[in-house]
């Protein structure tokens, strides 16, 4: 029996380059990641001004509200103004994850967006 990919991916707005604009970090909310086996996370760097670079991760925790903590090797390149502009994409093996995930970007030197 054929399924449908819808059961098996969960598409999220996690975060966008807009909520990036300027130095310092920003979190997606939390992403509910029960019943899937594995998650896409696609990255728009967008623009990298000056001598700014940009450090996505992935992190986990047990519950949406808990303390988070870095997913090993769920971690993108360092967007720098010479690799901005670009889309990237990551595959997570959900099986030895915990339920909920973010996306953290840290912005630094200069404006990113």
């Known amino acids: 029996m054929r399924r ?10 996690a975060l966008g380059a807009e909520n990036r604009s300027g130095a310092g970090a920003v979190l997606s909310p939390a992403i509910d990641t029960a019943g899937f086996t594995d998650c896409l996370v696609l990255l728009n760097a967008g623009g990298v001004a000056g001598g700014g670079s940009n450090t996505v991760i992935v992190t986990e925790c047990a519950t949406s509200g808990g303390a988070y903590a870095a ?11 010479t690799t901005d502009n670009q889309e990237y994409i990551g595959r997570i093996d959900l099986s030895g994850t915990e339920r909920f995930i973010q996306i953290s970007a840290t912005d630094a030197g200069a404006s990113c967006a």
Do not use: M, R, S, W
């Open 4 to 13: 449908n990919l819808n059961e098996d991916v969960k598409v999220v707005y």
């Open 71 to 81: 997913i090993t090797g769920a971690a993108f390149t360092v967007v720098t103004p």
